[in-house]
């Protein structure tokens, strides 16, 4: 038996919208795997009763699919389902990292963020590795259709959580069909910022460089109460916030000493919305590892 720990991440990170994600501290999901004849999933933990079990409809199953590697595969879900914190990422990331050492198979973790995008086409019909990469490598990643580059960053974080759910499918019918110039070149210019600011593990850089005229605009209708959290998390000391993935999770950028701050103003904030919320207070982690 195999049992790997795969970590929670954030994808887009705003202007980075489907090429730029990171991993999270916390939480992750726990997967562990034995061979079989062909492959069956059970699912415990936060959320589960809204996850799958059929291999042809879970992450988990086309990744085993992929690697030819059936298996006994059970799911522990530290990572909520429909959270924007990429959570059938998480799975497929834990679940390739498993089978590719169950059976032998010989992958680099580079090769694998392919194979476990072959689950995320299952939950929202496209193989994104915006949340896998970062699963797998851990760090910062920028995953575009050469392959995957990543760096290690050390960045505090808030990721916090509202009692709503948005799936990625819905969020992605929202998004425009077309940008102007105008936006293009203030969002290269944001990327570029973000980017060296990973480089640099600098807070102030990384959240000024999280702007995005595009895509967060229109999420932003989704999740009710996102202007006044994503205020208050300013006001309380945050470098920037931003949508985390597909939402309903908000991403705030913040210095090590600002961390409980900005969770309390945001968690405060959903509440005058209406909405529970929680917050985790965490930092860019490591990647998938074998427990
Ligand atoms: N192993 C799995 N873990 C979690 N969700 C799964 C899994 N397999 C299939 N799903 C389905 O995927 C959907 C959740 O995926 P979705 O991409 O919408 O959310 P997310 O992974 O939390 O968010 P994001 O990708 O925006 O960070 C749910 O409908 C869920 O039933
Ligand atoms: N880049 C993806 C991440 C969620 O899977 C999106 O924002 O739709």
Redesign the pocket.
């Known amino acids: 038996m195999i049992t790997v720990r795969a970590p929670a991440?954030?994808?887009n990170l705003g202007s980075g919208f489907d090429v730029f994600g990171v991993a999270l501290g916390r939480p992750a999901?726990v997967v562990r795997v034995e061979r079989a004849d062909e492959t069956t999933i059970d699912?415990t933990g936060t959320?589960s009763q809204?996850?799958?079990e059929n291999p042809k409809?879970?992450?988990?199953g086309a990744v085993a699919e992929a690697l030819d590697a059936p298996a006994h595969i059970r799911?522990d879900?530290g990572?909520?389902?429909?959270?924007?914190?990429?959570?059938?990422?998480?799975?497929?990331a834990a679940a390739a990292l498993a089978l590719n050492e169950l059976y032998d198979r010989g992958r680099t973790r580079e090769e694998l963020v392919s194979v476990a995008a072959k689950?995320?086409a299952?939950?929202?019909g496209e193989a994104?590795a915006d949340?896998v990469a970062p699963s797998l490598l851990g760090g910062f990643t920028v995953a575009t259709d050469d392959g995957v580059t990543s760096v290690d960053a050390d960045v505090p974080l808030v990721a916090c959580l509202p009692d709503i759910a948005?799936?990625?499918?819905d969020?992605r019918g929202v998004l425009p069909e077309s940008t102007t110039l105008g936006e293009l070149v203030s969002t290269v210019g944001n990327a570029s910022t973000l980017t060296v600011g990973m480089c640099r593990s600098d807070p102030e850089l990384v959240g000024r460089g999280m702007d995005d005229p595009v895509v967060t605009p229109a999420r932003a209708a989704l999740i009710t109460g996102y202007d006044e959290v994503r205020d208050a998390a300013l006001d309380a000391g945050a470098t920037g916030v931003t949508v985390?993935?597909?939402?309903p999770?908000i991403l705030a950028v913040c210095r090590e000493n600002e961390r409980r701050r900005v969770a309390a103003a945001m968690v405060e904030s959903f509440g005058d919305a209406g909405v529970d919320a929680r917050a985790y207070q965490t930092e860019i982690g490591r990647g998938a590892t074998v427990l």
């Open positions: 991440t954030s994808a999901d699912v959320g809204y996850i799958p409809k879970n992450t988990v799911i879900k990572v909520r389902p429909s959270s924007g914190l990429g959570s059938s990422a998480a799975s497929a689950g995320e299952v939950v929202s994104h949340n948005v799936s990625t499918r969020a985390s993935g597909a939402g999770s």
